[in-house]
Structure formats: C-alpha cells, structure tokens
C-alpha cells in the first residue's frame, strides 16, 4: 500500500460521515419543499411576539453605557478565566507564574482605573462618557 493511500485510509469514515450528514440534509430539506404545505395571507408576514400585536418601531436607540458594561464584564470574565487556570497549577509555575500572573491583574487594574476615571462604571448618572477632550469652537 502507497503511503498517500496509508493516509486516506484513516480519514475514510469522516469522509463517508461528512457526505452522510450533507446527504441527508439535502433530502430532508428538497422533501419539505416538495411536500410540504403552503399558505399565504396577509397575517403570514407581520411580525407576531407572544400573542401581542406590535406597536410602534423595534428600533430603539440604546445609551453606549450598555455596551461598555457589557465589554467589561467580558473583559473582567476572561481575567476570572486565566486566573482560575493559574490557581489551579499554582505550585507547579512557582514564583515566575506569580509575578505573570501579579503583572496581569495589574494590568487589568490599570485600565478598571482608566474606565473609572472615563466615567463608565458611574451606572445611569447624567455625566457624559468622554473618549477625548471635548473641544470648544
């Protein structure tokens, strides 16, 4: 047996798995099309939520506020992440995991200072979130 054939032979019951599943998707969906009922009204197209009607416009304009709580709370999740991988091997990395991981959350601390200072953590109050000095005309 040819090496290039050694190779294929490991990789056979994906190919036959992945040409399976796209098979009988492909199946299911032509036999919904095909046999599968149809209806049309002027009701099919408005939008419908929970028995209620809507009224009024779904776009609503939302404050950055939302978005910046929401970045951090993925930022500050991630810190909770690698520092639970890091108290986990916590004696196997010894003093240099320590200071990685001391530099880490001080660097973290740095920018929860900046988004402070900013204004971001000031939850609903009236002061305006600033990214740069507003500048006078």
């Not at 299911?28 to 809507?54: C, D, T, W, Y």
């Not at 929401?70 to 999740?77: P, T």
Request: net charge positive; glycine share 10%; hydrophobic share 50%.
């Amino acid at each position: 047996m040819s090496p290039n054939m050694g190779e294929f032979s490991h990789h056979w019951p994906l190919a036959i798995f992945i040409i399976g599943a796209i098979s009988i998707s492909a199946l299911l969906l032509l036999l919904a099309r095909f046999l599968g009922g149809r209806s049309s009204g002027q009701s099919k197209h408005e939008p419908f939520e929970s028995g209620i009607v809507p009224v009024g416009s779904a776009r609503l304009r939302l404050s950055i506020k939302f978005y910046l709580v929401a970045i951090l709370f993925l930022i500050f999740e991630a810190e909770a992440l690698f520092l639970f991988a890091y108290a986990i091997s916590v004696r196997e990395v010894g003093w240099s995991g320590f200071i990685a991981a001391g530099i880490f959350v001080l660097i973290l601390l740095v920018g929860l200072v900046y988004e402070s200072r900013m204004g971001v953590l000031n939850g609903g109050h009236d002061r305006k979130i600033t990214t740069r000095k507003r500048i006078e005309d």
